[in-house]
């Protein structure tokens, strides 16, 4: 900490938007350079810049101070509200202590549901499913048969828990039979799951997502599929049945990915990648098409298409021409 | 107008299933060749084609003047349903006059629903939200604490308005740790929005739909996104947290944008086009993989791999033969 | 068969975890080798390898034999559940027998529900709609107006049926005016819809899935699409407008449709495909950008973008050098 001691703050703001009493942290090297600009009581840095004359607060990762500083100053206990006199709730289920379970929840049968849970309304929970303790799960959530859910989960609006993953073969007639389902869903700890994700249950055995995954909105998780602890998933992104993601990887959006391919621990694929293999632990994937004028990408996928026949004339050009075989380097 | 002045019409058709008594429109060039096909009563042309013994209306928008048309013939009055016996609403909530208001409607404390509203079944809406004169929400709609949302607004079925924008930053321990999300939504004026959205708060400050923004299913408005007035974006397209896009542009379907970028007014996004940076004002942008023959495509993705070291054989060639550097012009 | 006939089994099981009193099937060839590495009583081959001395049964296809035993081992008889007295039912509509309607339904008026039809908790189901005979809905539903459900459908939690298809046309001031959508949506019997879907109404006339289509998760249909028999098509995948797609078809994950276009017959469209133009039955068709190391595709891409000018050099150094112009054959 450099600066006054006694600097006291109210609130975390970013940092253009940052005033008297707040605290913000410099997200870029540019808000380093502009330093003099926020008006904050206190910013977050790496590092000191050299003669700033400001409150700081060094932190190895300022973001990540900055995070805490907001559950700190922002962060608001939870009063339960007790449970709806409308809820409807089949025989043998359970319910814990200190619940908020609003109107318009209806749960199951054999359902266990944990202490200081909220239940938002339209939630639907199934038979023999289980909720942790801490658990959040927002409006018109559907949680199927047989799910199991950890403690400190939250679960976003319209996402669906445990419907039947896509499995059909045809008949002798060419007529889809299907593939009964007959596996279910598991959610660790501390995983949060975001809005209209569609996490379907496992063919035999669970598809699981380990403790801590945080999964953004609009996500399908096909059957059996099994993402490692503290992986994060951003929107839209697509794993195909019998997906195998390690820890910590960083799955950015719009990505899918193979059937029963492996994604190695700590993997990064960056988005709108489409993975066919397996990928190393560690490793930075990347495939895809970033937007360039329209004409002008139309003119070069003109001859993409034509590859192979570019690749062959060069081959002949190279036979008739001889010579030194040395690369000339790369002279793009 | 050309043709029969006393002409009716009842209804608006397409111009292939139009019959007597229908108004219909020359969608494309090629109905205006087959002008004799259609038994429309009447048909709405940019230009009069020579000699067409119809009764035509000639309007700068065909399609614009179709659109009325089939408003002015087709669209209901709405007749307020009134206010069901069963809603939940909490304290310090106020509801405008004539509203529809649905069964199993669930609203949260301190909000404000305006007048002529319509809440079908389903739908939940959280404490201190604003919901304006004329809006329509379809069934199972879910509307966190704190948004915003204009007048004569559209929401589809299971779309979610307000859910946590996907922040997260990884501790020590690589376990990762929420940002909390301070921020709201706010969609202004006329704006419609499709099935199955998901237009998350604002990390700190607003995510906005600008007046007129029209959204199809499936999209993804990531925190502090805001899309200018007027904008179309097609189904299944994803909008990274803190994207400017401007007033009247056109997103095509399954698109996405980085963080962060402006998409400049009036610009279009083809299809399946990955936005990385940032795109000027009117700027037609690309960049997709349009489907060809399996296994060519195969032979020419081999290809496209390898285009550096492609790259590299033609430099060297070029350095051994020499000669007039002229582009000898586009010969493919 | 082959082995001993009065083995007996109580369980479908994959091979990997099967065991005493388990049928299971040779999934891939790599099973065949493993043969002796299963403990299940029974397995289902095409045929039978040299040697094995295991119960076998020989099927034409494994894996619907597989699904079929799966059927029979654990398929569970319906037990209607009744109809919830809280259930709210407009004027004009009627229930069929042997109905399962679960709390916090809602029905509009004039619709008709079938024999044994199971309504989840939350389905919200419009006016003048038909639900047939053993259909099952799950969760969270919503069916617009209007819609046509055929027998023995199942449509999954979230999805949305019946919702405006996007259509908008710029007034003289750049506002969008809507075309009032004025169709329908028509799923025939046998149908399967994943969760989170959306199958929009038709413009004019309906939007169509026939007898027997199977919809994985997050699939956008658009408005006037039909979709023929026995086609399945994988998440994410999104039909623009008045799409044909034929009968038969295997459409993969995260793919995208122009509007207008017709899918032939048969036709299988690979993951992540862009389907611009119209494709022929039985036909493959692919477009992807596969994953690779992150910055080996940095520098692909970056040649990418230059096509056209790498093919201007190479015509030229062709030009310059002359000689053969036979192919040198694939040399890559």
């Not at 700033?52 to 973001?63: E, G, H, I, Q, T």
């Not at 100053?73 to 319910?95: E, F, I, K, M």
């Not at 559907?142 to 073969?169: E, P």
Request: charged share 25%.
């Amino acid at each position: 900490m450099i600066g006054d001691p006694d600097a006291e703050v109210d609130r975390a703001r970013p940092f253009d938007s940052a005033g008297d009493r707040d605290v913000t942290f410099a997200a870029t090297p540019d808000c380093l350079e502009r330093m003099a600009e926020t008006a904050a009581t206190a910013v977050i840095v790496r590092q000191a810049p050299p003669g700033a004359a400001r409150n700081l607060l060094v932190a190895a990762s300022p973001k990540l101070a900055f995070a805490r500083a907001v559950a700190l100053l922002h962060g608001q206990a939870r009063t339960p509200g007790g449970v709806s006199a409308d809820l409807v709730v089949g025989n043998g289920s359970t319910l814990g202590d200190e619940l908020s379970i609003f109107p318009r929840v209806t749960i199951g049968r054999d359902s266990k549901i944990g202490d200081r849970v909220t239940l938002h309304p339209g939630v639907s929970i199934g038979d023999r499913c289980t909720i942790g303790d801490d658990t959040v799960v927002h409006p018109n959530v559907s949680i199927y048969d047989g799910s199991v859910i950890g403690s400190r989960v939250v679960i976003h609006s319209g996402t669906v828990i445990g419907a039947d993953g896509f499995s059909f073969v045809p008949d002798e007639q060419g007529r889809q039979v299907k593939l009964l389902q007959l596996g279910w869903v598991v959610i660790e700890d501390d995983c949060e799951v975001g809005a209209n994700c569609a996490v379907d249950r496992g063919g035999f055995g669970p598809t699981v997502l380990r403790r801590g995954v945080k999964l953004d909105n609009l996500i399908q998780v096909g059957h059996n599929t099994e993402i490692g602890e503290d992986t994060v998933v951003a929107a839209l992104t697509g794993f195909s049945g019998g997906t195998q993601v390690g820890r910590r990887c960083v799955i950015a959006g719009q990505v899918g990915t193979n059937q029963h391919i492996i994604v190695g621990d700590s993997a990064v694929i960056t988005a709108r990648t489409g993975v066919t293999k397996s990928v190393k632990p560690g490793a930075i994937m990347g495939g895809m098409m970033p937007a360039q004028d329209y004409n002008e990408w139309r003119r070069a996928h003109a001859i993409y298409k034509r590859l192979p026949e570019i690749s062959r004339r060069l081959s002949r050009v190279e036979k008739l021409v001889g010579g030194d075989k040395r690369d000339p380097g790369d002279s793009q």
